[in-house]
């Protein structure tokens, strides 16, 4: 008889987003006069930009002509995407990535969780708590984590990293030494960010203990100050110790059309054995690449149009982040982040726990946000708001809390 992957049966039962669409409806179901405004899953909520849908136009055409027709891609995608990656989001930065050091995907949410699979189950994993619960489930799903303990919510094998207010969102080494080291900057949740000076440390740490960063740039089109790197590859020597995931979703809002790269540079290596390889290997064998289409929209990004239109949109979500920031702080509540990332992440009010608040949120306010429990232990007590709904939207949520 065929047997399951025991390894999946150790993940909580509840997903965290499932959860909360589970107690929207029933709200919803019970009060079918109230009006809820939605600031909790990160999904974009603006338009794709004029000259992303003129590309797809285009492209849709070409699929119609027999002379233009492409089939299947590239096993790294086509090189007119990864050469346009590779000269802006790098070489324009004073980074040195190849172009066949790029690896396009449908996503990076798909690109974080499979990655670890190049990696033995015998590596130790170490993740910033709290933290986007993708990276630590795919592991579990692997056998990689060990036991779990409801009582603590956390995990034997996992090395956690506590990013909280006394450290102001961002971690300190681990005390224990990791083998994989999952980082995301500017943060999911907390919506912290780095320095270059911080996470060059990080770098030259991983070289020095022989461990692999995995760096989930998602949001680095949001970053404002000057000083927070868009890439760990501006930091000396992460060609030799760092995994780069990237996103289309969130800079220009591909989130229902999915493209996404990872960079795995050709000096990582384990021994003699090169993870460009692997990565090659297992992104070829198991293809999650976009079709042609969504490439060549991907490609418009780059353009001149493309990089002034989205601006403008990651401008109208940071006005956004920037109206809930300071309306919670007008209102009394303690909160970081919202500079360097669509993301407000406050402190729960009157020691009321993470679903404590999101309860009260939806039932006083009609507000949904993202329990911050959800996202590991040291997320408890905490909630984190999106800026991705419309202006309107969160103008009006605003004032819904501080009558609150």
Not at 168 to 174: A, K, R
Not at 302 to 308: A, L, Q, T, V
């Given at each position: 008889?065929?047997?399951?992957?025991?390894?999946?049966l150790k993940l909580?039962g509840s997903?965290?987003?499932s959860?909360?669409?589970?107690?929207?409806?029933?709200?919803q179901?019970?009060h079918p006069d109230?009006?809820i405004?939605?600031l909790?899953?990160?999904?974009?909520?603006?338009p794709l930009?004029p000259?992303?849908?003129?590309?797809l136009h285009?492209?849709?055409?070409?699929?119609?002509d027999a002379?233009?027709f492409?089939?299947?891609?590239p096993?790294?995608?086509?090189e007119?995407l990864?050469?346009?990656?590779?000269?802006?989001?790098?070489?324009d930065?004073?980074?040195?990535i190849g172009?066949?050091?790029?690896?396009?995907s449908?996503?990076?949410?798909?690109?974080s969780?499979?990655?670890q699979?190049?990696?033995s189950?015998?590596?130790?994993?170490?993740?910033?708590d709290p933290v986007?619960p993708?990276?630590?489930d795919t592991n579990?799903?692997?056998g990689?984590?060990?036991v779990y303990?409801?009582?603590?919510?956390?995990?034997s094998?996992?090395?956690?990293?506590?990013c909280t207010?006394?450290n102001d969102?961002?971690?300190?080494?681990?005390?224990e030494?990791p083998d994989?080291?999952?980082?995301?900057?500017p943060n999911?949740?907390?919506?912290?960010?780095?320095?270059?000076?911080?996470?060059q440390?990080w770098?030259?740490?991983a070289?020095k203990?022989?461990?692999?960063i995995i760096?989930d740039a998602?949001?680095?089109a949001y970053?404002?100050?000057?000083?927070v790197p868009?890439?760990?590859?501006?930091?000396?020597?992460?060609?030799?110790c760092?995994?780069?995931?990237?996103?289309?979703?969130?800079?220009?809002g591909f989130?229902?059309?999915?493209?996404g790269?990872?960079v795995?540079p050709?000096?990582?290596?384990?021994?003699?054995v090169?993870?460009h390889?692997?990565?090659?290997?297992?992104?070829?064998t198991?293809?999650n690449?976009?079709?042609?289409?969504?490439?060549?929209?991907?490609?418009a990004?780059y353009?001149?149009?493309?990089k002034?239109q989205?601006?403008?949109?990651?401008?109208?979500?940071?006005?956004n982040?920037?109206?809930?920031k300071?309306g919670?702080q007008?209102?009394?509540?303690?909160v970081?982040?919202g500079?360097n990332?669509p993301y407000i992440w406050?402190?729960t009010?009157?020691?009321?726990t993470s679903?404590e608040?999101?309860d009260?949120?939806?039932?006083?306010?009609n507000v949904?946000g993202t329990?911050?429990?959800g996202?590991?232990?040291?997320?408890?007590?905490?909630?984190?708001l999106?800026?991705?709904?419309?202006?309107?939207n969160?103008?009006?949520?605003?004032e819904?809390?501080?009558?609150l």
């Amino acid at each position: 008889m065929f047997k399951v992957n025991d390894n999946y049966l150790k993940l909580p039962g509840s997903y965290l987003f499932s959860t909360i669409g589970k107690k929207v409806k029933a709200y919803q179901e019970a009060h079918p006069d109230k009006e809820i405004i939605r600031l909790g899953i990160g999904d974009v909520t603006q338009p794709l930009a004029p000259v992303i849908i003129q590309a797809l136009h285009k492209a849709v055409d070409e699929m119609g002509d027999a002379a233009t027709f492409h089939g299947y891609a590239p096993d790294l995608g086509y090189e007119f995407l990864r050469n346009a990656i590779a000269k802006n989001d790098y070489a324009d930065r004073g980074c040195q990535i190849g172009a066949d050091e790029i690896f396009v995907s449908d996503g990076a949410k798909c690109d974080s969780g499979n990655i670890q699979e190049i990696f033995s189950v015998d590596n130790k994993i170490a993740v910033c708590d709290p933290v986007y619960p993708v990276y630590v489930d795919t592991n579990v799903m692997a056998g990689r984590t060990g036991v779990y303990d409801p009582s603590s919510e956390t995990w034997s094998d996992v090395i956690y990293m506590p990013c909280t207010a006394e450290n102001d969102f961002v971690p300190e080494l681990p005390k224990e030494t990791p083998d994989l080291i999952y980082l995301c900057f500017p943060n999911n949740p907390t919506g912290s960010a780095i320095t270059k000076e911080q996470l060059q440390v990080w770098v030259d740490y991983a070289n020095k203990v022989g461990a692999v960063i995995i760096y989930d740039a998602a949001y680095e089109a949001y970053i404002s100050e000057e000083n927070v790197p868009h890439s760990i590859y501006e930091c000396q020597g992460a060609r030799t110790c760092a995994i780069e995931l990237r996103s289309f979703s969130k800079n220009a809002g591909f989130t229902g059309t999915r493209l996404g790269f990872t960079v795995v540079p050709k000096d990582l290596k384990s021994g003699e054995v090169s993870l460009h390889s692997l990565w090659a290997r297992r992104h070829g064998t198991k293809y999650n690449g976009a079709p042609y289409i969504v490439q060549k929209a991907g490609e418009a990004v780059y353009s001149p149009e493309g990089k002034e239109q989205l601006r403008n949109q990651v401008a109208y979500y940071m006005n956004n982040a920037r109206v809930i920031k300071e309306g919670l702080q007008e209102a009394g509540y303690t909160v970081a982040g919202g500079v360097n990332a669509p993301y407000i992440w406050l402190k729960t009010p009157d020691k009321m726990t993470s679903w404590e608040f999101f309860d009260f949120l939806l039932e006083k306010g009609n507000v949904v946000g993202t329990p911050g429990s959800g996202f590991g232990p040291s997320g408890e007590g905490y909630f984190r708001l999106t800026a991705f709904g419309s202006y309107e939207n969160t103008v009006a949520a605003l004032e819904r809390i501080k009558k609150l």
